[in-house]
């Protein structure tokens, strides 16, 4: 008896020991931050004084370069512009991994097997990421988008109608729902391939399936354990697989909507009168030449559209690479998780503002008036040159960012930026809502809506 309570003993004294070794790796890089607890690191207080408030606390002690741990796990907050420059274009390539903060790294046999979801741009690193990111970016170019906008506009012309048909009742009503249901409609016709309803229907299964799955909270006690005790991940995913499982009364809410792009991808694979002008349909058509000829421009985010000639002229033809199924599948549904809650957001808050500010709504009808009586209707090139709604566009989505707090990346080898040394494998967080609401940058009215200065 006494011989197992010692051992017990030495084995929370040896973990104890290993937690408080981790909590010191930030201070032996000379990175300043708050203290972190034995248990949690920084996330209870994350969660009890909310992220938000967190992070205006330790810019303002800090600095522009704050270190904090989630769990054991050490993250490095960013706000000096300068850095942020090289971490996301001139040293991308070094930075092009996403870390997963939650569990442990992502399991390179599980990728290597094609497990379900591990195909996706989130998921994958280094070599497999620069293939998939760069076969899947021609499907983004200004022709595509154009042959899918006759898809969006059927929605949107859903949308208009339901709006015009509250506005006669001279009501008051929430138009939130209403761009959830537009959202869902846009992505599941082109992302996709499904042909939903959403708007008038709302038991629609997809987006049943949506809202049951954007329906965690990352407050609650096992998404703050999950993140504090990273071993015991697996448990943690468990647990939430059979929470979305009891809120779906009976079945997993993600394998339905794995199991409905399943049987579309296969339909469009086998029947060429299936084929349709969407975002799936260019992923399965997609393909590209050499992979060392790649330019890294072309694996960042960029002003303008994508042009497709210049991807195509920036590789060789060695060898020819394709999506397989399952990387259509696990991308498809990426861009769905990445798009939904995130595009009706912006579009509320956009609608927030304009409400607010009747003189920057009576601008934009104007713009548009004009442009409509100059070229007869509006498409894809023709709203481009809407410059007044493209400024209040970036100013609400400056002021309300749907993904209000961090934006990761993981370093791939050691580097000296000059203000601060990262090591191989840490992680950097860019705080979206602290640069967005930054003083520095975007000067004393910066929680004023002020379209001008986009």
Excluded at 159 to 169: F, G, H, R
Aim: proline content about 6%; some cysteine.
């Amino acid at each position: 008896m006494w011989m197992f309570i010692l051992l017990a003993v030495g084995v929370v004294a040896l973990w104890l020991l290993y937690r408080k070794r981790s909590f010191s790796f930030l201070r032996e890089h000379g990175i300043p931050g708050p203290e972190p607890s034995l248990l949690f690191g920084n996330m209870l207080e994350l969660v009890t004084k909310t992220p938000i408030k967190c992070l205006d606390e330790w810019f303002q002690k800090y600095g522009k370069i704050v270190g904090y741990y989630l769990g054991t796990r050490p993250v490095v907050l960013i706000t000096d512009v300068d850095l942020l420059k090289r971490i996301q274009v001139s040293d991308f390539p070094k930075f092009m991994n996403r870390p997963n903060l939650r569990g442990p790294p992502p399991d390179k046999n599980a990728i290597k097997k094609k497990l379900p979801f591990t195909q996706n741009l989130l998921q994958l690193r280094d070599k497999r990421w620069k293939e998939i990111r760069s076969i899947i970016t021609p499907s983004f170019t200004g022709s595509k988008m154009k042959q899918m906008a006759p898809i969006m506009n059927t929605a949107v012309d859903s949308l208009m109608s339901k709006v015009e048909k509250q506005c006669e009742a001279g009501e008051e009503f929430d138009i939130y729902p209403m761009f959830q249901g537009l959202t869902m409609d846009v992505i599941g016709r082109t992302a996709f391939g499904i042909q939903t309803d959403a708007q008038n229907n709302p038991n629609d299964p997809l987006l049943r399936s949506s809202k049951i799955l954007f329906s965690g909270d990352i407050t609650s006690p096992v998404v703050v354990l999950a993140t504090s005790f990273r071993s015991l991940n697996a448990l943690w995913n468990w647990l939430n697989k059979i929470r979305l499982i009891f809120i779906n009364k009976g079945t997993n809410p993600f394998k339905e909507l794995v199991q409905s792009v399943k049987f579309v991808i296969s339909m469009r694979r086998n029947n060429k009168e299936a084929r349709r002008p969407d975002l799936l349909q260019s992923m399965i058509d997609s393909e590209i030449d050499d992979l060392s000829k790649v330019m890294p421009d072309n694996l960042t985010a960029k002003e303008g559209d994508t042009n497709e000639d210049e991807l195509k002229g920036s590789t060789s033809s060695k060898l020819i690479r394709r999506m397989t199924d399952t990387d259509v599948l696990d991308n498809s549904v990426l861009f769905f998780l990445a798009g939904y809650e995130t595009t009706s957001t912006a579009l509320a808050f956009t609608t927030h503002l304009l409400i607010h500010y009747p003189d920057a709504q009576e601008k934009i009808r104007q713009e548009v008036k004009q442009l409509l009586e100059a070229e007869g209707e509006l498409n894809y090139y023709s709203v481009n040159k809407l410059q007044y709604l493209d400024q209040v566009l970036h100013e609400s989505l400056r002021m309300y960012p749907p993904i209000y707090l961090f934006v990761g990346r993981e370093c791939g080898e050691d580097i000296d930026l000059g203000k601060i040394k990262l090591k191989k494998g840490m992680s950097v967080q860019v705080p979206a809502w602290s640069l967005h609401t930054d003083p520095e940058l975007w000067g004393p009215d910066v929680n004023e809506f002020k379209p001008e200065r986009q």
